[in-house]
Nanobody, 126 residues
């Protein structure tokens, strides 16, 4: 099991940028480099949706269509940390953002992730 803590959320204007971080730790967790990681978000009154995922080594990434070209997922396995660089933010990006981990390959189905952070709020004003 791995503990995940997100940070970096906040208030941004439309067109602005934010960088989210997800730090992993845990007494029993396997090496961070064993986990595929993902970012999800949930806006008020909506279901949680997939944003981006990255393979355990960082060579494979996948994004939902609405963030392609604006968001970049990355990871630093030496620091047990994953990132989400968000540029050209839009009001529609307003949501709580969650990082998630799973042992295995990259997937977009949230049900297949076993460990979740508590979330960090991103609010984009127009």
């Amino acid at each position: 099991q791995v503990q995940l803590v997100e940070s970096g959320g906040g208030l941004a204007q439309a067109g602005g940028s934010l960088r989210l971080s997800c730090a992993a730790s845990g007494r029993t967790f396997a090496a961070f480099s064993s986990y595929a990681m993902g970012w999800f978000r949930q806006a008020p009154g909506k279901e949680r949706e997939f944003v981006a995922t990255i393979s355990n080594g960082g060579s494979l990434t996948h994004y939902t269509d609405s963030v392609k070209g604006r968001f970049t997922i990355s990871r630093d396995n030496a620091k047990n940390t994953m990132f989400l660089q968000m540029n050209s933010l839009e009001p529609e990006d307003t949501a709580a953002y969650y990082c998630a981990a799973r042992l295995g390959g990259t997937v977009i189905d949230s049900n297949l992730y076993t460990d979740w952070g508590q979330g960090t709020q991103v609010t984009v004003s127009s």
